[in-house]
């Protein structure tokens, strides 16, 4: 059991669904359900830092469709949880710890509003090279990201690699679709 499992992680793309646990926008919320919907039906595991608000929205979407979600959590232990997982990981690393590990295992980043512990996840994925994707104007520290970019798409010079940005859900659903959805 625990090889299958293993196999179908490492065959199937991993994408994490980033923002804030306390998010209350419906619309926001609604994106966080279709997109890892969406990803799941193509068979694609959601990976999320548990708890509620987005990841919660995401996970739902996920298994809505019967489709596999990971809760990395910032707890010692996985009892009592707020988000109805397929797999759920205790950490006992605290927030910045929990974050480490959920994007070291992804592919690819979405980002859906957020607040500074989300800005770690962006810089964590650009640091790994990992592919980071951007719902617009989802948060004030989104609205604000932007300018601060170099190039408008990089955190430095080094280019390590693009931020994506989408002005709507349906448009990251969309290059979800596609066939080579990890290329600008």
Same mark, same amino acid.
């Given at each position: 059991m625990i090889i299958n499992f293993l196999i179908i992680i490492q065959e199937r793309m991993k994408i994490m669904i980033a923002g804030a646990w306390d998010e209350t926008n419906e619309n926001l919320l609604s994106s966080a359900f279709q997109i890892a919907k969406v990803a799941a039906e193509k068979k694609h595991i959601i990976i999320t830092g548990g708890g509620t608000g987005i990841p919660n929205s995401a996970t739902h979407g996920a298994l809505a469709v019967n489709g596999i979600s990971i809760a990395y959590?910032? @707890? /010692?232990?996985?009892?009592?949880?707020? @988000?109805? %997982? $397929?797999? =759920? !990981? %205790? $950490? @006992?690393? /605290?927030?910045?710890? =929990?974050? !480490?590990l959920a994007v070291k295992s992804s592919d690819l980043l979405i980002v859906i509003g957020g607040c500074n512990g989300t800005l770690n996840e962006i810089t964590l994925a650009y640091l790994n090279n990992i592919p980071i994707w951007v719902l617009e104007d989802s948060s004030e520290m989104i609205c604000r990201l932007k300018n601060f970019l170099y190039e408008g798409k990089y955190i430095d010079k080094r280019k390590n690699v693009e931020i994506e940005f989408f002005n709507s859900a349906q448009s990251m659903i969309e290059k979800l679709n596609s066939k080579n959805i990890l290329q600008n």
């Open positions: 959590s910032n @707890e /010692g232990h996985c009892e009592g949880g707020h @988000e109805p %997982a $397929t797999f =759920r !990981v %205790a $950490t @006992e690393m /605290g927030w910045d710890g =929990r974050s !480490v």
